[in-house]
């Protein structure tokens, strides 16, 4: 019996998150879609404003909320903090120019994402405060915001976002502005976010069909849209916000059955933040969220979030992801919603720099210390296949381990299967290099594969032949083990590799929790070149078998348990520009005296150099232990 510190899901198979192509090809194929979309949408869908909330505001927090937050504010001393640094944010936006529609590359994002961080902070301290001043700003960009030839629909995340910005603005300023600025912005709501959208439906465009990030926030601003105008543009309303539902239900089913997020810890950021807008906004706005709050796996989604982690103040940023833990607002929402006091105390703890309105008026005390550190230190989330391990929680000097099997088709994945991150003594060892800029060309398209932090020779993982990984590899994740003395997973890497090796196997374990072995099992029909790699920002000694680790005055010592014969070796992380740079990241890497058929590669990272070795034991047994 282990301590079972742990949180596992089984799932029969692994999710699977397809990148859709851009349009359908054919008449006849789009006229299968639009029949689908309307077949989808009930005559009982003509009533679906039946129930709509009469009155401003409607979208995520009524006025009858507000008393609560200022009594927060008054007694509670981080909503105070909270308060204090959002109101300094708005004094400092109201001498800020507006938006202006200006693109970055093919994407007017960027100015979006700040019109709803503007009129978001502005609109919610006026509500919550009364300072004229912020609403009148507030007013000021969205009337800019309307002048814009277009909310840059080839890209349709900005026209969600706008329109969500635009939305908050008009519903929770409705009673402030008068008629001739609340007929401004309602238009530009309605010509630049609503029939874009409603365009897009009766065209087949390719988000309405997306099980990723963008069905959320496509479809979560959208609806925004629609209910803050649903009042005054009733039919418009009534046809988006069914198609809509009917369009998130596949991405929402995609957090079945644990949580996790095939697209990495930044765009589950991004999906959630956007699921929470859309279930918040249905539910103050229609007293219903159509059930889809309880779509299987989204409850659990913080926990994925807070495992994902590490103690240095970084993500395990595998796909394109960044590495910085972000503000995450939603938790509150979802604390509440799905009592799990967990979150609110984690969003809390991690004290966010990057805050937002939602953080005042979601604002939730419930749990505390004692509710993270009863968290299980181990999970795998076997709908996505990866896996963390802690010796600790709210200790910067604790060790943290991340460790993914995958799906190289996911949207926004890497050819990285086996890879791994490494936290301890406050530094993070190995690392992920995270995505690349998305204006080189085809990031999205046909050069995906040659830009080398999208490549298997980017990532902590294997080489053999010198080849990426298949681009329609899995690794399921078929051992899993939480224990204090022993804790462990391993991934079957074998269809990445089919090409060169008929079987490939990685464990990761971590012993006493405090050291980490890298285990790899490599069977081949004829004799493959392998290469073992681990990115790192230490400075590298190598002494035959032991490579020590340098970094941020804390040592780190790497040592070659297996196969006899091989050494470690050092090289660059740096391909040539304009892909991005990292001078101060170099690769350790273990290279075998020969091509082998048959293999194991075993490194152990100690933070101790004097710790015994464990012994080494074959995967199989790993794997037969774990059941």
């Not at 972000?326 to 105390?345: D, I, K, S, V």
């Not at 890497?414 to 080189?440: E, P």
């Not at 073992?532 to 340098?550: E, F, R």
Request: hydrophobic share 40%; aromatic share 8%.
């Amino acid at each position: 019996m282990t301590s079972d510190k742990s949180i596992v899901v089984q799932a029969s198979a692994c999710t699977t998150w397809r990148r859709l192509k851009p349009a359908l090809q054919g008449a006849a194929a789009l006229a299968g879609v639009v029949f689908a979309l309307a077949s989808s949408v009930s005559a009982a869908d003509g009533q679906v404003l039946a129930n709509l909330r009469k009155e401003h505001p409607r979208l995520y927090v009524l006025d009858a909320d507000l008393p609560r937050v200022r009594e927060l504010v008054r007694t509670d001393a981080l909503a105070r903090e909270w308060h204090e640094k959002l109101t300094a944010q708005a004094v400092k936006m109201l001498d800020e120019p507006p938006v202006q529609r200006v693109l970055k590359g093919p994407r007017l994002l960027g100015e979006s994402r700040s019109a709803l961080k503007r009129i978001g902070t502005l609109t919610g301290l006026y509500r919550l405060d009364g300072d004229k001043r912020f609403a009148d700003r507030a007013v000021k960009e969205m009337l800019a915001v309307a002048q814009f030839a277009d909310w840059n629909p080839s890209h349709f995340l900005d026209v969600a976002e706008m329109t969500n910005a635009m939305a908050i603005g008009y519903d929770w300023l409705h009673a402030y502005m008068s008629d001739e600025q609340r007929g401004i912005v309602r238009k530009a709501i309605v010509e630049k976010g609503l029939k874009p959208g409603l365009d897009g439906f009766e065209k087949g465009a390719w988000w309405t069909k997306a099980k990723h990030n963008w069905s959320q926030v496509c479809n979560g601003g959208l609806t925004a849209g629609a209910l803050a105008v649903a009042d005054e543009e009733p039919e418009i309303a009534a046809k988006l916000i069914p198609l809509c539902r009917e369009a998130i239900r596949p991405a929402m089913n995609a957090f079945a059955p644990d949580g996790g997020c095939a697209e990495g810890p930044g765009y589950w950021d991004y999906a959630t933040t956007y699921a929470v807008y859309y279930l918040s906004a249905l539910q103050t706005g229609l007293g219903t969220d159509f059930g889809i709050g309880r779509s299987e796996g989204f409850d659990l989604a913080g926990f994925f979030h807070i495992h994902s982690c590490g103690p240095v103040g970084k993500t395990f940023n595998y796909a394109d992801a960044g590495s910085g833990i972000g503000a995450t607002e939603q938790l509150f929402w979802m604390a509440r919603a799905y009592q799990q006091p967990a979150y609110a105390a984690w969003e809390r703890a991690k004290r966010p720099r990057d805050l937002g309105i939602l953080h005042l008026l979601w604002f939730d005390g419930s749990g505390d210390e004692k509710t993270i550190r009863a968290m299980p230190k181990d999970a795998c989330f076997r709908g996505v296949n990866v896996a963390f391990f802690r010796s600790g929680w709210l200790d910067p000097e604790a060790l943290f381990l991340g460790f993914k099997g995958g799906d190289n088709k996911a949207n926004h994945s890497h050819l990285d299967l086996g890879t791994f991150v490494l936290d301890a003594l406050g530094q993070r060892w190995a690392v992920d290099l995270g995505g690349d800029d998305y204006n080189l060309p085809g990031y999205f398209g046909k050069d995906r594969w040659t830009y080398y932090r999208l490549r298997t020779e980017g990532h902590n993982t294997l080489v053999i032949d010198g080849e990426n990984q298949a681009t329609d590899g899995k690794a399921p994740i078929v051992a899993f083990r939480s224990a204090d003395a022993l804790a462990y997973a391993v991934a079957d890497m074998s269809s990445g590799y089919r090409t060169a090796a008929t079987s490939v196997l990685r464990g990761v374990a971590l012993h006493d929790r405090s050291i980490v072995l890298v285990q790899d099992e490599v069977k081949a029909g004829k004799p493959v070149e392998v290469v073992w790699q681990m990115h790192t920002p230490a400075k590298v000694a190598i002494d035959g078998t032991t490579a020590t680790l340098s970094l941020g005055g804390k040592t780190l010592t790497a040592r070659l348990l297996s196969p006899a014969g091989a050494k470690f070796d050092t090289a660059s992380a740096n391909p040539p520009p304009p892909q991005g740079q990292q001078p101060d990241v170099s690769k350790l890497l273990v290279r075998l005296p020969d091509k082998t058929a048959d293999v194991r590669i075993a490194v152990l990272l100690s933070i101790d150099a004097n710790k015994k070795s464990p012994a080494l034991r074959p995967l199989a047994q790993w794997v037969s232990q774990a059941k």
